[in-house]
């Protein structure tokens, strides 16, 4: 089977026994490495191919949109890391007011056995299914040993004594603390998006920016300040300064992040590059003049090389 998507409501159908995985997977973060490296593990030795099963966008986003935080990943990012970790096909759903209302009896009938054709499935220690989340993973082992397939399920991974969760990460983002939101997800928190014109503020001040607008962004994004990170571009990564906020030195009112690429020279508009979090340096602040501000930059920039 070659590694590909597939949307359910596509007609998705198979005649192929696989060992599925299900879950939302946000962040795809050291919990959910864990249970998928798990299911490569079953897949190989019995032959079988396997399958990610989840949703596109976040099922708190339709039931409780008022208290939606954000993504860590978008579905887009979620997609590519699962795949790079060797995943051979991801089904998704769109989760909508349909989906919202079926039972968790017609979710392992119809879904995990006629369509996905799961002969063994992986689910995390605290999953629920189901319309009023009614089955959760002991009631789904014990309704899958009755139609002659397995459930195994996946104990909490612990760091420093508390469990992985997708929550604790967006919560730490939230607080620009990267050190912590970086180990529990086994990589640097990123930021995606294509280089937009702004006002080359920058420029005049030796310090070129690379700027992604956040507006419309549904990511969980760090407080506004400045930080050390790594900025990945179509011909290579580069440490960088990166500002996120509204430039009150200037009277901005545009939500943006500028990334300066420290040895980088040249144009990267429209082009898409990744921020990359490592460290958060500083608050933003309002400068009384643009030497002053200069001044804090080469600290800042400072500062980021010994870090990065």
């Known amino acids: 089977m070659t590694m590909k998507i597939n949307n359910l409501l596509g007609n998705y159908s198979t005649k192929e026994p696989c060992v599925l995985g299900i879950g939302f997977f946000d962040g795809v973060h050291v919990g959910h490495q864990m249970l998928i490296s798990e299911i490569l593990k079953y897949g190989k030795a019995h032959s079988l191919p396997s399958v990610i099963f989840t949703f596109d966008h ?13 993504y860590i990943t978008t579905p887009e990012e979620k997609f590519s890391y699962i795949l790079s970790l060797g995943i051979s096909n991801i089904v998704f759903r769109p989760f909508d007011q349909e989906f919202s209302k079926l039972g968790h009896l017609e979710f392992i009938e119809d879904i995990i056995i006629n369509k996905l054709q799961a002969q063994t499935v992986f689910v995390g220690f605290n999953f629920h299914f189901g319309s009023e989340k009614n089955g959760d993973a002991n009631f789904l082992k014990s309704e899958l040993k009755r139609h002659g397939r397995e459930c195994k399920i996946v104990d909490k991974v612990l760091i420093d004594d ?14 620009g603390d990267f050190d912590r939101a970086n180990l529990f997800l086994g990589r640097e928190a990123s930021f995606s998006g294509e280089v937009v014109h702004g006002d080359s503020r920058g ?4 310090f070129p920016t690379a700027n992604l607008a956040l507006k419309r962004t549904e990511k969980i994004l760090p407080p506004n300040g400045v930080y050390a990170c790594y900025t990945d571009t179509n011909i290579g990564t580069y440490p960088s300064i990166v500002n996120i906020g509204y430039r009150p030195t200037f009277d901005r009112d545009t939500h943006l992040l500028e990334a300066h690429l420290i040895g980088f020279s040249g144009d990267l508009y429209h082009q898409t590059i990744r921020i990359r979090f490592v460290k958060r340096l500083r608050d933003e602040k309002r400068f009384d003049t643009a030497e002053s501000l200069i001044e804090q930059i080469n600290t800042d920039k400072a500062f980021a090389r010994c870090i990065l």
Do not use: N, T, W, Y
């Open 58 to 70: 976040s099922p708190r986003k339709f039931l409780a949109p008022d208290i939606f935080r954000g």
């Open 162 to 175: 508390e469990i992985v969760s997708s929550s604790i990460i967006r919560s730490a983002i939230e607080a």
């Open 203 to 206: 420029h005049l001040l030796g």
